[in-house]
Nanobody, 119 residues
């Protein structure tokens, strides 16, 4: 099992980024996927989830209306479109299989992608 996150960077408040996570080693199209983030000194927290076929999504309250999770079951990739970014969104972002807090591969975290929101 492998997750490879990309797309992070430095962006000004109000800006946008699109994160990607390429997954391998399991039957991607049969699992929900989730994005998590970990700020310095904090625990890793759930941000958004999408079910196996993309029909259902969930978000934490602080990102609703700003972030959109999506997936491509042909490319085995899950995305996180982040708009109207705020400094409090600064964190390392990770993905894993599972829906709404259920981490299916807890020992297989990728390297993450750093998102820094600062002027």
């Amino acid at each position: 099992v492998q997750f490879v996150e990309s797309g992070g960077g430095l962006v000004q408040p109000g800006g946008s980024l699109r994160l990607s996570c390429a997954a391998s080693g399991f039957t991607f199209s049969t699992y929900g996927l989730s994005w998590y983030r970990q700020a310095p000194g904090e625990e890793r927290d759930l941000v958004a989830s999408i079910n196996f076929d993309g029909a259902r999504t969930t978000y934490i309250d602080s990102v609703k209306g700003r972030f959109t999770i999506s997936r491509n079951n042909v490319k085995n990739t899950v995305y996180l479109q982040m708009n109207s970014l705020k400094p409090e969104d600064t964190a390392v972002y990770y993905c894993n299989a599972g829906y709404s807090g259920s981490v299916l591969f807890p020992t297989y975290w990728g390297q993450g992608t750093q998102v820094t929101v600062s002027s």
